[in-house]
């Protein structure tokens, strides 16, 4: 398998390059029944697509979605539902001087080592761009789960060395309506601002900086996840590491468990509601043995610097001499803006196939 | 799927309880005509097993490994490798007081809610005793690549507070001999020896403790990995956080690229040996674009302490009323000793997997 | 899984309804490198589309296929190749009145009772124009055989109670010419007219009739296939059985084995061209123990007639009243002349993905 | 992956040689919370073992399944449920002087063409012994099935040119009982007589002979099976032919099908019991579109003759060169009489998958 497909249920496989002619998913194991909110899904397609701010590429692309099958009047038929997005501003001479040369911390090398061909022209499948399938089909799984009443909800938590304080977010009602009050998507305002102008300097620089996100599903029923290899925040880990540029991904106290002391850590049982059972701290992160426990799933993601800087650099040539590039094009000096609602969508993908798969094997109602 | 079985062409499924009849493992795609070194795979279950030292679990195991099928007079035949190792210190009775009260940030809760039943016993496959069958898998997996010029070498980078020194060791050298110079598998004396006082104190105290385990794996070529959901470093970041009580993955430069400026992270590429390509520095950890460079992969993987301490703690028993719980049982006062080999063997697991899917596809030799 | 992808490294998903806005398929783990014959693909899907004469149905499609993602200048790049043949002539409205009546043998009662909902016209996923994406997919399977010395002919075998006799083909050398001499696709040509003559007397009496394909594939070298459940006839029977009005399938000798004695039965081996091995007769069809060894494969798979007749027929309703059914609407009155390229594309399927899966795992070149 | 795993949700893995340490399977996916009559299983293994009677092979085998894993107290933890039947009459050596023979219509050449070595004894995987652990799998997957009123039962139905008659089965009614009340499983005394005398004769001449088993599935309901790839007859078709010495499949009607009008081949649609539907006659075979229609479900598999003979054949050495083989060893001279429990598990683990997918999907009650 060619890794193009994600989930075991609730299957995604996307499809295109960034400057071929278009690219989409294929949503396979979609239930039938069910009224899709198409607005809706546009909608996390607007919030991902380039041009949306001057702190973003401003490749001019709308990112219009097309459904090519599965939906009848707006109800899913169980069949696997096609959707394409048509590249509008796709440039596949501007990188042909790029094309002899390898960009320094790109894929070029790597697809040149693994396929002896690649696409000419910005990146390919490991561009940003093949996201949008990713989002599209995100956009359905959230959906589906907001039926069950599950939210995902992510944020930007650092851009560089600015960080939110932590306690700056209240993880039980955060929204993203909150996150989307300006467009560097950091729920406080003072921070955002702040974001926005490193943002900026960093691009007049022509330069990158990196950026980490934080995002909460609250809603999530105990029961979900499998107990050894399917882990709910193993197949969380590898679903966020697969977007392009992460470097690090946390589930609940992260890294900062590290120097504790298990008194400490240990998250207590108390009486939850309704009868049932919560913890008073939550530093699982909703998760205890590769289980959600019925508490707010927290994790957080690293991003790199962006690899494209508009400065000269050392790098070789295909037949491997030492030059220099300095590299043209478009693109994002920091991706965390819109690397959102990509986040939301991949926790959704991995939701939505948990919850599927629970449904399979849990005999008792 | 219920989540038992790991990859895609070197395929693992690992089954038993923490207190059943036995644990164990099936390797499935193995190819033939390997001659197999079963001290080697005994070596690295030895490695893992508890009572190794006084800094670990005193459960009385020799995990001593039985081949029931896929090998003749020690060559593999390309069918199912079927490992099992026989449970000899499973006390099915010596949790009887705890099966009605739920163990904080342990899975009992998880696994009442999921499964409406759960091994009675020392957390049936939460427990790490299920990774038996991953060593002896990925013990196998490591010689097939072994055999492909490529090592995989981990070791203990913290425990608790006490982190060694990013320049004490040579990536481009340590070995699993340099790693075993003591109980705590720390390659630096001085650092060790804090490690174990800490580590000694800890479980004294009734308490545990964090820590962090690095790994490096040399020679593998580039090409390996695929270019979307399948990333290299995604895989590798399901199989790590599938480990019992991890918490945190990075992969290069982790956390650590967020505040950097991209012109700062980049990796410039060089001309390498034998007119290849190399990079100057590895913030990219050996992986760009989900595929491997050539360069050693790097990554680093956090622990939580362990859940179970013997002090008194807040729960609530199965039927969600308040009460405290003070353990009893045998455990690990920290896991990182003796995750050293269980994460080189998931590593193995991965990389291994790659390695056939790459075979399949590079039409080109 | 919903059963939308077949293959495990040649992986194909299909989408798209019969009168919904297209269909098509997404083929992902297609080596790179392979400049690709678009025209050879429109060609089998020519030989598939309807209205290609008067034996067939008379829905007006061309069927032209675009490719959107995964080729640059005619080459793969080994990325997931979107393949869509855009709905020209589809009639939503013009089932209407059968929307609240099972048609016999269809499957809109099984539909509604899997799913709740189903496609209002002629079929949904259960019409045969979704084998449109299994056509392109297996078209470019065949290319990459055929690079392997491996060619793929199947041929109408039976019409009705008319039969080829056995020896009217030559196994070793028929080719795709011989069998399209007419539009039956039955390459004698006094059987061909009859059959002809046949179909024709049916359509005309509103009524259908039965069939049988023969397919033999040669050149496929000795070690494709897998030992236990993905023994190589065991996917060449799934594959072939989840075309549409599939009744039953043959290996080799077939059914005809049953009353002989292994004495009679069994294939002589003998010396082989070039020091090989090959055997004096062929009823194992070219695979022993799931195992191709070498001779050609051969085997048959039988259709029932199809289930739309223009002829009143007792049926219930939607809401399971007894009442009388006579359809409108295009169809084949024998699905065999068009059955010919689908075969063809199912089992180049199989091929492709057991000749990477042997890639993957045999260590001797 | 190599071919040991079947099924997506109840997944089987079976491992083992003929004449190795052990045969077994492990089962991932069987729900939690199931007692489990392991009598039940034994007995199908009872069914299967050779030297039940003086038809078939005299190896000396008790089957004595052990578990190991996933079940407390008779109860299913959802865990992985490992089954092991260890090898008492494996007899190493006794194939020594065919090692260098290729026996023919065997798997001998085409394992030494795949894997460049071999179980040098008796088969290895291609021998029947490793339906073992199938049958203890399907026997855990017919106890799921019959509390959701599901009971499937095979017969045979031919041996040799002996056929049982159609109307001799009473489908609607036919139990393990009627089966078993000769050696050979046919419910007809008479019939059954017959084939037993042939069988005697046929392997008091050192020869064997093929037939046929039939099967029925009752108490499916509708809705179960994918409209595409994974029509639930695809996946039977899959299952059985996936059985060592079969050739061919039907489903339904099967190759009956081909000569007749679709008039007379459609199965009427008729008010059910309790206001469902029913058909008036049962030419689909339970199945339309790939997905069941509350019918019985009923399919046909054809044997080949065993191709262990005790006569002088032409073959070839390993090296190539022209040779004659008189086979010594224990072997069965039909498959059929064993081959009932192993149809049974087959069928089994299929309905068990599909039932759990239909679970995963749909979202109506």
Known sequence: MAGSTFGQLFRVTTFGESHGGAVGAVVDGCPAGVTLDLAAIQHQLDRRRPGQSDLVSQRAETDTVAVLSGLQDGVTLGTPIALVVTNKDARPGAYDDMAQVYRPSHADFTYDAKYGVRAASGGGRASARETVGRVAAGAIAQQLLAAQGVEIVAWVDQVGGIELPVDAVDEATI?????DIGPVRCPDGDVAAAMETLIRDVRKAGDTVGGTVRC??????????????DKLHADLAKALMSLPATRGFEIGSGFAAVPMRGSAHNDPFVPGDDGGVATSSNRSGGIQGGIS?????????????????FLEQDTVTASGEATTLKPKGRHDPCVVPRAVPIVEAMVGLVLCDHWLRQRASALRE
Chains 1, 2, 3, 4 share one sequence.
């Open 293 to 309: 426990n019925g508490m707010p799933i927290r994790l957080r993601l690293a991003f790199k610097p962006v690899s494209t800087i």
């Open 216 to 229: 909460v599903a609250r809603g999530v029923p105990a029961g979900w996840g499998e107990p050894v290899f």
């Open 175 to 179: 929204a993203a309506a909150d996150v």
